[in-house]
C-alpha cells in the first residue's frame, strides 16, 4: 500500500534557497508576520504576541509558513534560542526577505526558500503534509483536506 | 553567489585569525540567505557581544561555559570555539539585563549580578564600548548621513535610517557580533539608495504634537505598512528628537518599519517626489479622528482594572529633556504606597541627570531612576505587579505580553499622575 509521501504531491512549489537542507512535516501556517524577541517564547517556539492569531501555539518541529519578520533585532537571537532548546521549526517558508528571518534562518541552520512561484500562504493550510526541499528549491504539499 | 574582494576572501581563509575566518563565513552564508551580491565596508557596529544569561553559558559547558565559548557558537553561529581577539571596528554594547547599582531592588540574584559583571569586563576587555543603551544615538554613537552602520535595536536602527540618514539594515546579533570583527555587512536593504524610496503614503490629518500623539502616530503607521517604507504628510510639524524617538519605537514594533520619510523634514524628504523616489505608489492610508481613537483603544485593550501599581517611563531610554520634564511633574508629589515608578536611561545620560539634579528629584519623589535596560528586556517588574502603566506605545506593545500582566498606555503626565495616585485616569481628548 502506498504510503502518503509516495503518492504524488498535490501542489509543487518553487522558490529560491535561503539556507539549504531538506525536511518534510506538518505545516504551520499564518497570514500574519511574526514577532520574534517579545513576540515568541524563545525556549518552548510558542506565539505570544497579544491579537496573534498564532497565540497560545507553538512552531517547535513545525513547518512555519509565514508572511515574514516584524518587530525587534532581537528576531534571529529568540528564534536561535528555540534551537538551542530543540524547538526550532522544522523548516521554513516566508514571503518577504527580511535581515531578520534571513538570519534567523541561517542561525537555526533550518532548510529555508522564499521568493516563490506561487503563493505558499494561499496553497498551503495549517496541518498539510510538505516537503521542504531548499537545495532544490522546491516545496511539495500533500493537502490534508481531500 | 555573493562576491567577496580579495581582502575579504583572505579573511574567509583565515589570514586575519580564526575568529575573523569565522565571522565571515556567517555573514557570507547570511549575504546568500539575502541574495545579497556584495558587502559594505563599515566601522560602526551596535549590538549585544557575547552577552548572555547563565544558562546558556551552561547549554556550552562541554566547550568551555564561558565568555569565549558562547561568542564562538552562539554569536558566530560556528561549530568550533575560537579565540576571540579584540573587535576592530567601531563596536558599542547596547542594552544589557541589569541595572549596575540597583540590581537587587530589581529582584536579580546575587548569581546573576556576578554573570552580568563578568560579561561585561570581557566586552570591555575586547574593546567594545559599555554604552548598555537602546539609544546609542543619546550616548556618544551619532552617525552621520550616509554612513553604512551594523546596528540591531529596532527603534535606534529607524532612527538612524530616518531622521540622521545613516544606512543601516536591522541587523541581528549574530551578524553584528561577526561585523565587529570582520568590518562587513551584506551590501542590500538599507545600504542602497533604491531600497529607501517611500512606498506608502500616511495623510495626516490631524495635528500631532506630543510624544504621547507621535507614538499613537508610530503605532498606527506601522500596523499599515508593515515592514514597508511610509511617507508622512500633512498635519505633522517639526518633530523634535524625542518625538521622532517615539514614533520610530512604535511603528517598529506594530509593523516593522526600519525606516520613514516625514516630508519638509527628514533628510531624504526634501520633497514627496523625492521621498518615493518619483510618483506616488502604494496605499494611502488617512489618519484621522477615526484612526486615531482606534489606535489608543487597541493599545489600551490590555487594560481593565484601573488600580496601577507600576509605571515604567523610559522606553526607548529617556533622553535628558525627558528626565527635566519627569522630575518637574514629579515637584511636590510623592510615588503612591500602592504604586511603583522606574525611569530607564542609559548611564551616559543619568550622569547629567545626576548633576542636574533630576536624578534627586525623581528618587526623593519615590522613584528610581535606572540604567542598561527596561523591563521587558530585563524581564523585571516590581514584586506583585498586576497592572503597568506607559507613555511608550512600544513598551505597551511589548510588556504585557511578556509579563502577563495588564497596561495602559497614556501622556506623561498621565503616568506620573497614575504613579502617584496609583489610579488610571487617563483618557482621549
Request: aromatic residues 8%; hydrophobic residues 40%.
Given at each position: ?7 504524488p ?7 529560491r ?10 505545516a504551520l501556517v499564518?497570514?500574519q508576520?511574526i ?5 515568541i ?8 504576541e497579544n491579537h ?35 524547538n526550532?521549526?522544522?523548516a ?16 537555526m541552520r ?5 521568493d516563490f ?17 531548499a537545495?532544490?528549491g522546491e516545496?511539495?504539499?500533500w493537502?490534508?483536506?481531500? | ?11 574567509l581563509?583565515g ?9 565571515m563565513?556567517?555573514?557570507v552564508r547570511?549575504a546568500?540567505?539575502?541574495?545579497a ?7 560602526n557596529v551596535?549590538?549585544v557581544?557575547?552577552s ?8 556550552y559547558?562541554?566547550?568551555g ?9 552562539f554569536?558566530l ?14 563596536s558599542?554594547?547596547?542594552q ?15 548569581e546573576a549580578?556576578?554573570?552580568?559583571r ?8 575586547h574593546g ?10 543619546l ?6 548621513m550616509?554612513e ?11 532612527f538612524a ?9 536591522c ?5 553584528t ?5 570582520a568590518k ?8 542602497k ?15 500631532v504634537?506630543?510624544i ?13 505598512v508593515?515592514?514597508?517604507?511610509p511617507?508622512?504628510?500633512g ?10 524617538k ?5 511603528s ?5 518599519v526600519?525606516?520613514y ?8 524628504a526634501?520633497t ?5 523616489g ?8 488617512a ?5 486615531r481613537?482606534a489606535?489608543y483603544e487597541r ?10 501599581d507600576y509605571v ?10 525627558q ?9 511636590g508629589r ?12 542609559s548611564?551616559?545620560v543619568?550622569a547629567?541627570?545626576v548633576?542636574?539634579?533630576?536624578a534627586?528629584?525623581i528618587?526623593?519623589?519615590g ?6 535596560t527596561?523591563?521587558a ?12 502603566a ?10 504585557p ?6 497596561g495602559?498606555?497614556g501622556t ?11 489610579v488610571?485616569k487617563?483618557?482621549?481628548d
Amino acid at each position: 500500500m502506498a504510503t502518503v509521501e509516495l503518492s504524488p504531491p498535490d501542489v509543487v512549489i518553487r522558490g529560491r534557497k535561503v539556507v539549504g537542507g531538506v525536511a518534510e512535516g506538518e505545516a504551520l501556517v499564518t497570514s500574519q508576520t511574526i514577532s520574534g524577541w517579545g513576540g515568541i517564547n524563545s525556549l518552548t517556539g510558542e506565539v505570544i504576541e497579544n491579537h496573534h492569531e498564532l497565540k497560545g501555539i507553538s512552531f517547535a518541529g513545525k513547518i512555519l509558513v509565514f508572511p515574514g519578520a516584524k518587530g525587534s533585532s532581537g528576531w534571529s537571537g529568540a528564534f536561535h534560542t528555540t534551537r538551542l532548546k530543540g524547538n526550532a521549526p522544522l523548516a521554513m517558508l516566508y514571503s518577504v526577505t527580511t535581515t531578520k528571518a534571513a538570519l534567523g534562518a541561517v542561525v537555526m541552520r533550518i532548510p529555508t526558500i522564499t521568493d516563490f512561484d506561487a503563493d505558499p500562504l494561499t496553497l498551503i493550510a495549517t496541518g498539510d503534509r510538505v516537503r521542504v526541499d531548499a537545495d532544490a528549491g522546491e516545496i511539495q504539499i500533500w493537502k490534508a483536506d481531500k | 553567489m555573493v562576491q567577496l574582494t580579495g581582502e575579504e576572501q583572505a579573511m574567509l581563509d583565515g589570514a586575519q585569525g580564526a575568529a575573523v575566518a569565522k565571522a565571515m563565513d556567517l555573514l557570507v552564508r547570511y549575504a546568500e540567505a539575502l541574495g545579497a551580491e556584495d558587502f559594505v565596508y563599515t566601522d560602526n557596529v551596535a549590538g549585544v557581544p557575547g552577552s548572555s544569561p547563565q544558562w546558556v553559558k551552561d547549554h556550552y559547558a562541554a566547550d568551555g561555559g564561558d565568555y569565549r565559548a558562547v561568542f564562538s557558537r552562539f554569536d558566530l553561529d560556528s561549530d568550533e570555539v575560537v579565540d576571540v581577539p579584540r573587535m576592530t571596528g567601531f563596536s558599542c554594547h547596547l542594552q544589557g539585563g541589569m541595572d549596575p547599582d540597583q540590581w537587587q531592588a530589581m529582584g536579580m540574584t546575587e548569581e546573576a549580578f556576578a554573570n552580568f559583571r563578568a560579561d561585561e569586563a570581557e566586552v570591555a576587555g575586547h574593546g567594545i564600548q559599555v554604552m548598555k543603551t537602546c539609544t546609542p544615538y543619546l550616548a556618544g554613537n551619532v552617525p552621520v548621513m550616509g554612513e553604512h552602520c551594523a546596528w540591531m535595536e529596532s527603534s535606534a536602527v529607524v532612527f538612524a535610517n530616518s531622521v540622521i540618514g545613516a544606512r543601516t539594515n536591522c541587523e541581528g546579533r549574530e551578524s553584528t557580533s561577526a561585523a565587529m570583527l570582520a568590518k562587513r555587512v551584506p551590501n542590500w536593504g538599507f545600504h542602497k539608495d533604491e531600497f529607501r524610496k517611500g512606498q506608502h503614503a500616511i495623510d495626516v490629518g490631524v495635528p500631532v504634537d506630543s510624544i504621547f500623539e507621535w507614538g499613537l502616530l508610530g503605532y498606527f503607521t506601522g500596523a499599515a505598512v508593515e515592514d514597508t517604507i511610509p511617507v508622512l504628510d500633512g498635519q505633522i510639524s517639526a518633530p523634535s528628537l524625542i518625538k521622532h524617538k517615539h514614533f520610530g519605537a512604535a511603528s517598529a514594533s506594530s509593523g516593522g518599519v526600519e525606516m520613514y520619510h516625514m516630508v519638509g523634514i527628514t533628510p531624504e524628504a526634501p520633497t514627496r517626489e523625492v521621498a518615493f523616489g518619483g510618483a506616488d505608489r502604494g496605499e494611502r492610508f488617512a489618519y484621522g479622528a477615526d484612526q486615531r481613537r482606534a489606535t489608543y483603544e487597541r493599545l489600551n485593550s490590555i487594560g481593565s482594572s484601573e488600580a496601577v501599581d507600576y509605571v515604567m517611563l523610559g522606553c526607548p531610554h529617556a533622553s535628558i529633556d525627558q528626565l527635566a520634564e519627569i522630575a518637574r511633574l514629579l515637584e511636590g508629589r510623592r510615588v503612591h504606597e500602592n504604586s511603583a515608578l522606574w525611569v530607564f536611561t542609559s548611564r551616559a545620560v543619568k550622569a547629567t541627570a545626576v548633576a542636574s539634579g533630576h536624578a534627586a528629584a525623581i528618587e526623593r519623589a519615590g522613584g528610581r531612576l535606572l540604567t542598561d535596560t527596561c523591563s521587558a528586556i530585563s524581564q523585571a517588574v516590581p514584586p506583585g505587579t498586576r497592572v503597568a502603566a506607559f507613555d511608550s506605545a512600544k513598551q505597551a506593545h511589548y510588556l504585557p505580553q511578556m509579563m502577563n500582566i495588564e497596561g495602559w498606555f497614556g501622556t506623561t503626565q498621565d503616568c506620573i499622575d497614575a504613579a502617584c495616585t496609583a489610579v488610571w485616569k487617563g483618557r482621549l481628548d
